[in-house]
């Protein structure tokens, strides 16, 4: 398994497990409320895809000394968009909770450095 399929199954992981913990808070706030949970879905889709063609670009470069990341910039993007546009047009779907989820490899990453210096150290 290569070390980008390791990561991007820790950021999904990580991803899940933030998830419910803002499910979790958004309950004392908003009580059950649906659309943060369609909200957190969506927006952790669009994250996940974003990883997944992360890893295609830099994959591709890595190996095939591609450079066609600009492209691959670009559709990210277009995913982004789309989430964060699906959101705020539709009111079933939590709009911050949609965004939210882009947020996440800065903690999730930032984990995975941690741990990756506390097994270094052991």
């Not at 290569?2 to 990561?7: G, V």
């Not at 649906?34 to 990883?51: D, E, F, K, M």
């Not at 830099?58 to 670009?74: C, E």
Request: include cysteine.
């Amino acid at each position: 398994m290569d070390t980008l399929h390791h990561e991007l199954r820790f950021a999904a992981i990580g991803t899940l497990v933030l998830d419910i913990l803002v499910w979790l808070l958004s309950l004392l706030f908003t009580g059950l409320n649906l659309a943060v949970v369609l909200g957190l879905l969506l927006g952790s889709a669009g994250l996940l895809c974003n990883l997944l063609l992360l890893r295609r670009t830099v994959r591709n470069a890595v190996y095939h000394g591609k450079t066609r990341a600009f492209g691959g910039y670009l559709l990210r993007c277009l995913i982004a968009s789309a989430v964060i546009a699906t959101g705020m047009l539709f009111s079933q779907i939590n709009a911050l909770c949609a965004i939210l989820p882009f947020l996440y490899p800065k903690v999730i990453f930032g984990a995975l450095s941690l741990r990756k210096e506390k097994h270094e150290k052991s």
